[in-house]
């Protein structure tokens, strides 16, 4: 028997990939106590041997998120289970690598937590830290990243209802884009100013593509938080004349960066993985196929 453990930031998700790959829903209740403490409590407990997969995207209230996680993964495998992660969302991911000498190796520590509590295997959606779809080594664990870039690219086809071009906001997009034939990349620099605070401070420049006018495009990349760069390329696109359609897997869009973007964009489509007025496009789907393999195989 496969069940599945839904935490607060992926309900309406989990229901969704239950339904369509026959899994039981476990009940559990989460709480807090009156000092901010989680407290988690599972409803069933009879999970010996079981694959039990857990399901979180880590936006928003990430810290939060991860402790809800944390706990959930540990009640399960206290209760005999295996845990397998679906978190369509994962935070952190940012600092991937030590930029400067002292900072904490923030995604390595998660997924160190994340194996030390027995979790077997990740996946996730889009992750920013690794742009390739299919599996990879997550600092020791198994993990299969499972690309939304075909499902945006069918929703963006009926949309636009014609051809298009693909753009990234800079080369960095290359994996991302990687299932599209053709496509192409504005020309970014970056320029770091001095800093006193955790974020990075920097200058952006971006250059338009050759042969870029009068065009259907499709401008696409894997998250959309501040929205910096995809509005200064979605700007320059739109002043050569061209059609702007902006799609992204995870749109968090952080302060007024939404009704920023839409003054250059004919369209905007995001995904669920973070809900938002742009989640035009379900992962549902894919994620259910990628547990039917897994329940299959593993």
């Known amino acids: 028997m496969v069940k599945l453990l839904s935490c607060s ?37 009879d999970f010996k041997g079981e694959k039990v997969f857990i399901f979180q995207s880590l936006y928003p209230d990430p810290n939060n998120s991860l402790i809800e996680l944390f706990m959930t993964i540990n009640a399960v495998r ?7 992660l679906v978190i369509p969302y994962f935070a952190y991911g940012r600092q991937d690598r030590i930029f400067e000498k002292g900072e904490a190796f923030s995604l390595k520590m998660v997924a160190d937590i994340l ?18 779809a299919g599996d990879f080594d997550f600092f020791g664990m198994p993990a299969r990243n499972i690309s939304a870039v075909s499902l945006l690219v069918e929703h963006a086809r009926k949309t636009i209802g014609g051809g298009f071009i693909a753009v990234g906001p800079d080369r960095g997009s290359k994996d991302f884009l990687a299932p599209l034939d053709g496509s192409v990349f504005m020309k970014k620099t970056k320029r770091f100013l001095p800093s006193d605070g955790p ?18 495009v499709l401008l696409m990349d894997d998250i959309i938080a501040s929205g910096g760069t995809i509005r200064k390329s979605a700007k320059i696109l739109k002043q050569a004349g061209n059609r702007v359609f902006v799609a992204c897997t995870h749109g968090i869009f952080l302060g007024g960066s939404l009704e920023e ?16 007025a742009c989640s035009k496009v379900s992962v549902a789907g894919i994620i259910s196929e990628e547990i039917e393999k897994i329940i299959g195989i593993t």
């Open 9 to 45: 930031g992926t309900s309406e998700l989990s229901k969704t990939v239950a339904a369509a790959t026959g899994t039981e829903i476990v009940s559990k209740t989460v709480k807090k106590f009156p000092d901010g403490e989680t407290y988690v409590r599972l409803e069933d407990t």
């Open 78 to 84: 206290e209760n005999g289970g295996r845990a397998f």
């Open 115 to 132: 194996k030390s509590l027995g979790a077997e295997k990740l996946i996730t959606i889009d992750p920013h830290f690794y742009r390739k």
């Open 199 to 216: 974020e990075r401070k920097y200058e952006i420049s971006i250059e338009l593509p050759e042969n870029i006018s009068g065009r259907n």
């Open 261 to 276: 973007l839409k003054k250059y964009a004919d369209e905007i489509i995001s995904t669920d993985t973070v809900k938002s």
